[in-house]
Nanobody, 123 residues
Framework: QVQLLESGGGLVQPGGSLRLSCAAS??????????MGWYRQAPGKQRELVAT???????NYVDSVKGRFTISRDNAQNTVSLQMSSLSPEDTAVYYC???????????????WGQGTQVTVSS
C-alpha cells in the first residue's frame, strides 16, 4: 500500500521559515509519480491548493504564497518539499501532501494523501 508521510510542521513566529517534507513509501508497488503538491486546510475553511510540481519540475502556486513558498521534489527519493518563508498567521493550517501515483502494472495514476502536518504561525 502506498503511503505519504509528511514532516516538518510546527510552531513558528510571523516572518519565520519552515520546511515541510513528504516521502512516498511503497516502492515495489509504485510505478511512477506524476504531479505532487501541497494543500492546506484552516479551521472552518475548505482545503485549498498551495503548490504543485509536475514530474518535469513545472511548478504552480496559489497567489497568496507566490514569492514566499518554494516547492521542489526529488524523483529519485520520491519526495516533495515545501520551503515556506515570510510566514504569517494566515498560513496557519494543516498541510497535506498529495501525489498522483501510478502503481506498477496500472495505466492510470490515482491521488494519494498524507495524514497532514500542523503549521502554526503565531507570536
Amino acid at each position: 500500500q502506498v503511503q505519504l508521510l509528511e514532516s516538518g510542521g510546527g510552531l513558528v513566529q510571523p516572518g519565520g521559515s519552515l520546511r515541510l517534507s513528504c516521502a512516498a513509501s511503497g516502492n515495489g508497488n509504485i510505478g511512477s509519480i506524476n504531479t505532487m503538491g501541497w494543500y492546506r486546510q484552516a479551521p472552518g475553511k475548505q482545503r485549498e491548493l498551495v503548490a504543485t510540481i509536475t514530474s518535469g519540475g513545472v511548478t504552480n502556486y496559489v497567489d497568496s504564497v507566490k514569492g514566499r513558498f518554494t516547492i521542489s521534489r526529488d524523483n529519485a527519493q520520491n519526495t516533495v518539499s515545501l520551503q515556506m518563508s515570510s510566514l504569517s498567521p494566515e498560513d496557519t493550517a494543516v498541510y497535506y501532501c498529495n501525489a498522483a501515483i501510478r502503481l506498477k502494472f496500472w495505466s492510470t495514476a490515482v491521488p494519494y494523501w498524507g495524514q497532514g502536518t500542523q503549521v502554526t504561525v503565531s507570536s
